[in-house]
């Protein structure tokens, strides 16, 4: 019998929007954390504002990106410009065990809810803050996306090819890797010091430091040996063939990475050793790292005569590594993710059945679960006045009327 879900029995104020923060909190809420969106019409989470949309038809209720990062949340439509509505606010963090946001640095203390405030309401608070470059330093001020982040910290920098500009990953990859993940690490060990001691603490998340941190290579270069790693498209300083070659078919490519002379020679094989392969510029792996231009031409050469996922199998078999560069389409008709659950479908009320991924990591006596869509704006709002703050319907009412809550 599986047990309940770790994090239950833990709830989360959740001003954070956008990238990193509602990354965390999903995280949070998939272990069986009760997260609390804290929203408003009056100004609509960014999410809620960009695509894709469902069937191609915008609104505030139809956006995939917005749905895929708040499954399993609770939202609420509450008017923070109102002087009633931190009232109601402290009501909540009184019964909340963790509050977050990921605004510019200062927001919250225009509404007297930094962490100097929340800590006098609620004392063993865990308050997280995620200011892009922290709260002290000449930058402190600054805002900033994942796509600013990725450009701040050098990930643009060694991405594409030696003779064209930066492209970055085409994602904001620290909203949704470095900087969520660190923060939710962040939350749990704080959450497990307040067990041992009572003690909430502040927790402040350089979203730029995060990021910075997934980088040890080319800074340690630079501070070793005071050298600039550059651009490399899809080379590898250690492997070679290392690339990426197209095959039969309209925009079809194939991964293919050797590191070794005994997987050069497995490589071979595969291709049934044309008399090129044996060149002496290609025997040993210093060889074939000098010649790397001839070589990815031979091997493009050789790769365009065949299927991606035909060739994939061949050289799989043979023990060399290699991947058909698969589409979105591909994605989400994957047998093996298939086979493995990674793909769940849930019913919005809005767009219908509509796809989530499951979470990657597989727990066996507390595993996440994903069993409710995104939330609609404001659809639980009435729910967690009533519920979890005990509030009457004709105060309910009264609140909304003066337009404190939506």
Not at 34 to 53: A, M, S, W
Not at 97 to 122: A, P, Q, R, S
Not at 220 to 235: C, P, S
Not at 265 to 279: C, F, I, Q
């Amino acid at each position: 019998m599986l047990s309940k879900r770790p994090l239950e029995g833990i709830r989360v104020c959740d001003f954070s929007w956008v990238g990193a923060g509602p990354y965390t909190t999903r995280l949070l809420a998939e272990y069986g954390a009760e997260v609390i969106r804290l929203e408003t019409k009056t100004r609509p989470e960014i999410l809620r504002l960009t695509g894709p949309y469902k069937d191609g038809i915008p609104g505030i209720e139809r956006s995939g990106y917005y749905s895929n990062r708040n499954p399993n949340k609770k939202s609420i439509d509450i008017n923070m410009k109102h002087p009633k509505a931190r009232n109601l606010v402290i009501k909540l963090i009184k019964v909340s065990d963790i509050v977050i946001n990921n605004f510019t640095l200062g927001t919250m203390e225009k509404w007297n809810l930094g962490y100097e405030d929340v800590k006098k309401i609620k004392p063993d608070i865990i308050y997280v803050t995620m200011p892009t470059q922290g709260s002290t330093g000449p930058h402190r001020d600054f805002m900033g996306f994942g796509a600013t982040m990725s450009a701040l910290v050098g990930i643009n920098y060694l991405t594409g090819f030696p003779d064209k500009e930066p492209f970055g990953t085409g994602t904001n990859y620290p909203d949704h890797v470095p900087n969520p993940a660190h923060t939710a690490f962040a939350i749990t060990a704080a959450l497990w010091y307040r067990r041992k001691t009572g003690q909430g603490q502040l927790i402040e998340v350089a979203q730029t430091e995060t990021a910075l941190a997934v980088l040890p290579t080319a800074t340690m270069t630079y501070a070793a040996n005071g050298t600039i790693l550059e651009r490399m498209g899809t080379r590898d300083l250690n492997a070679a063939p290392h690339g990426v070659y197209a095959t039969q078919g309209r925009s079809r490519w194939i991964a293919i990475a050797v590191f070794n002379d005994d997987e050069w020679e497995r490589l071979k094989n595969v291709m049934g050793n044309p008399t090129w392969a044996d060149s002496e510029m290609y025997i040993t792996l210093a060889g074939r790292l000098a010649n790397q231009d001839e070589l990815d031409r031979m091997m493009e050469a050789w790769t365009q005569q065949h299927e991606a996922y035909q060739l994939m199998e061949l050289l799989v078999k043979a023990g060399v590594r290699a991947g058909v560069v698969q589409n979105s389409k591909d994605l989400l008709e994957d047998p093996h993710l298939h086979e493995r659950g990674y793909w769940i479908y849930l019913n919005h009320p809005m767009m219908r059945r509509h796809v989530y991924n499951n979470s990657p990591v597989r727990l066996t006596r507390t595993p996440a679960q994903i069993s409710a869509p995104a939330p609609l704006l404001g659809e639980h709002t009435d729910e967690v006045l009533r519920e979890i703050l005990g509030f009457k319907e004709q105060e309910i009412i009264g609140l909304r009327e003066e337009k404190v809550i939506g």
